[in-house]
């Protein structure tokens, strides 16, 4: 069964940084494609980032060039570093990964680790 587990949220000023990370337990980690999702109050979760399994990065624009996704296959670990935070930024995070056979899509998700910036 395939779980992930965020962390490294919290509390930070206006311009500060922070690091999530999200570590899976499961096999085959490297063959998932995976992502950063945020969901702020009142509002649909949007995707931040995303990572394939092939290392190809795409961002939302409004984090391009504040945010970088990266991840670490022998850890099963993707990390998201945010840096130049804002105070639209604040919201719960949330990892996903995911992968697509012929038959079905495999989609899983954390629980999600809230980030809130100060102004």
């Known amino acids: 069964q395939v779980q992930l587990v965020e962390s490294g949220g919290g509390l930070v000023q206006s311009g500060g940084s922070l690091r999530l990370s999200c570590v899976y337990s499961?096999?085959?980690?490297?063959?998932?494609?995976t992502g950063w999702y945020r969901q702020a109050p009142g509002k649909q979760r949007e995707l931040v980032a995303a990572?394939?399994?092939?290392?190809?990065?795409n961002y939302a624009d409004s984090v391009k060039g504040r945010f970088t996704i990266s991840r670490d296959n022998a850890k099963k670990t993707v990390y998201l570093q945010m840096n130049s935070l804002k105070p639209e930024d604040t919201a719960v995070y949330y990892c996903?990964?995911?992968?697509?056979?012929?038959?079905?899509?495999?989609?899983?998700w954390g629980q999600g680790t809230q980030v809130t910036v100060s102004s």
């Open positions: 499961g096999t085959i980690f490297s063959i998932y494609a």
């Open positions: 990572i394939s399994s092939g290392d190809s990065t």
């Open positions: 996903n990964a995911h992968r697509t056979t012929p038959a079905r899509r495999y989609d899983y």
